[in-house]
Antibody, heavy 121, light 111 residues
Framework: QLRLQESGPGLVKPSETLSLICSVS??????????WGWIRQSPGKGLQWIGN???????YYNPSLKSRVTISLDTSKSQFSLNLTVATAADTGLYYC?????????????WGQGALVAVSS | QSLLTQPPSVSGAPGQRVTISCTGG?????????VHWHQQLPETAPKLLIY???NRPSGVPDRFSGSRSGTSASLAISGLQAEDEGTYYC???????????FGGGTRLSVL
């Protein structure tokens, strides 16, 4: 069974970079048609897609975050990461990593447990 | 504002059937993109409940079913149980955004 687990600092200062890592076990991130993505949930709010990446390098980001977001994959470690620059209080929330299946239709089929990140001085 | 619109809340008594609607537009459902549903129980991560309009992943009871028609979709839950309480999100792809979209979520209460 595929498992995903987020890790990273729980507190980030405003204007700094929010960085998270997702460790994947039970499957390979370096093969197949799957993308690897991030979704966030602000306190008491719904889900927002951040972006996703394929091991070939193809990446897609939410236009509202695109200027600040980078997702990268390290297939040797079976990990992928999220970097969100110039963090503000509006970036506070739960961050989930997930696998995106695109055949035949794009949907997240495996989710991590989530990592809580607060942006505060 | 979400490109997929869901009612904020629905409720039902144990054993009853409830439906949750999800309304999209011409750049998602209207363009032929499928609907998927995720269940988020209290204090837990979302979990895939229905994919490709009406398919259940292994382990999901057949009390849960989905459908899509035109620019609308719905999730039906029959034989409502207390453990079904949580928030349900529809999800699709939007060609205008160029990525994945979620509905705002519907909180299900079992009375």
């Amino acid at each position: 069974q595929l498992r995903l687990q987020e890790s990273g600092p729980g507190l980030v200062k405003p204007s700094e970079t929010l960085s998270l890592i997702c460790s994947v076990s039970g499957g390979s991130i370096g093969s197949g048609s799957y993308y690897w993505g991030w979704i966030r949930q602000s306190p008491g709010k719904g889900l927002q897609w951040i972006g996703n990446m394929h091991y070939t390098g193809a990446a897609y980001y939410n236009p509202s975050l695109k200027s600040r977001v980078t997702i990268s994959l390290d297939t040797s470690k079976s990990q992928f990461s999220l970097n969100l620059t110039v963090a503000t209080a509006a970036d506070t929330g739960l961050y989930y990593c997930a696998r995106l299946t695109v055949i035949p239709a794009a949907h997240f089929d495996f989710w991590g447990q989530g990592a809580l990140v607060a942006v505060s001085s | 504002q979400s490109l997929l619109t869901q009612p904020p809340s629905v409720s039902g008594a144990p054993g009853q059937r409830v439906t949750i609607s999800c309304t999209g537009g011409s750049s998602n459902f209207g363009a032929g993109y499928d609907v998927h549903w995720h269940q988020q129980l209290p204090e837990t991560a979302p979990k895939l409940l229905i994919y490709d309009n009406n398919n259940r992943p292994s382990g999901v009871p057949d009390r849960f079913s989905g459908s899509r028609s035109g620019t609308s979709a719905s999730l039906a839950i029959s034989g409502l149980q207390a453990e079904d309480e949580g928030t349900y999100y529809c999800q699709s792809y939007d060609s205008g955004l160029g990525g994945v979209i979620f509905g705002g979520g519907t909180r299900l209460s079992v009375l």
